[in-house]
T-cell receptor
Framework: AQSVTQLGSHVSVSEGALVLLRCNYS??????LFWYVQYPNQGLQLLLK??????LVKGINGFEAEFKKSETSVHLTKPSAHMSDAAEYFC????????????FGTGTRLTVIP | DAGVIQSPRHEVTEMGQEVTLRCKPI?????LFWYRQTMMRGLELLIY????????DSGMPEDRFSAKMPNASFSTLKIQPSEPRDSAVYFC???????????FGSGTRLTVV
């Protein structure tokens, strides 16, 4: 069975500071991992995805994530936070075999302090 | 590409009334998903279709909920009768063949009073 755990429902950072959003996954098969962002009153938008290959994945808006199999983690980072990064971020996992269903974490709300 | 289109964006209805939510997936995407988002339960998968066929509806909360996909370009989620606890944002998402991520619509915010 697949599941994800996002550590911290709320994260606050100062503008220009490092953003680190944590996600650990559980999967019985090699997983495909995704990060989505949701801005207020909007749907979810794909930030990045890890399928196979390079473990450091670059996404949109300057975000990247490193897949660490030994730690079963795929934490999301951005070197310098911008006010426009304030949003809710969701980690999701699907299994390679089926890949028909995404299992979402409960989300982390990022606040950027000017 | 217009993306996944959902309608209406907002719906306010009285308890007991029938509600129909609509979704137009991206052309060429063969999988369609209905999700519900609430503060308490987060994002929940209600049902998904592959090639217009319902594959897994185990997330549909009750018999009051039903979903159809009569063709590749249209799907509906119906709640009859609606209850206040159905108040949530309902998202539709579609995905192409293969292992790519989903594309979500902007959602329908349903309020049942």
């Amino acid at each position: 069975a697949q599941s994800v755990t996002q550590l911290g429902s709320h994260v606050s950072v100062s503008e220009g500071a490092l953003v680190l959003l944590r996600c650990n996954y559980s999967s019985s098969v090699p997983p495909y991992l995704f990060w989505y962002v949701q801005y207020p009153n909007q749907g979810l938008q794909l930030l990045l995805k890890y399928t196979t290959g390079a473990t450091l994945v670059k996404g949109i808006n300057g975000f990247e994530a490193e897949f660490k199999k030994s730690e079963t983690s795929v934490h999301l980072t951005k070197p310098s936070a911008h006010m426009s990064d304030a949003a809710e971020y969701f980690c999701a996992v699907s299994d390679m075999a089926g890949a028909n269903n995404l299992f979402f974490g409960t989300g982390t709300r990022l606040t950027v302090i000017p | 590409d217009a993306g996944v289109i959902q309608s209406p964006r907002h719906e306010v209805t009285e308890m007991g009334q029938e509600v129909t939510l609509r979704c137009k997936p991206i052309s060429g995407h063969n999988s369609l998903f209905w999700y519900r988002q609430t503060m308490m339960r987060g994002l929940e998968l209600l049902i998904y279709f592959n090639n217009n066929v319902p594959i897994d509806d185990s997330g549909m909360p009750e018999d009051r909920f039903s979903a159809k996909m009569p063709n590749a370009s249209f799907s509906t989620l119906k709640i009859q009768p609606s209850e206040p606890r159905d108040s949530a944002v309902y998202f539709c998402a579609s995905r192409p063949v293969g292992l790519d991520g989903y594309t979500f619509g902007s959602g329908t915010r349903l309020t049942v009073v």
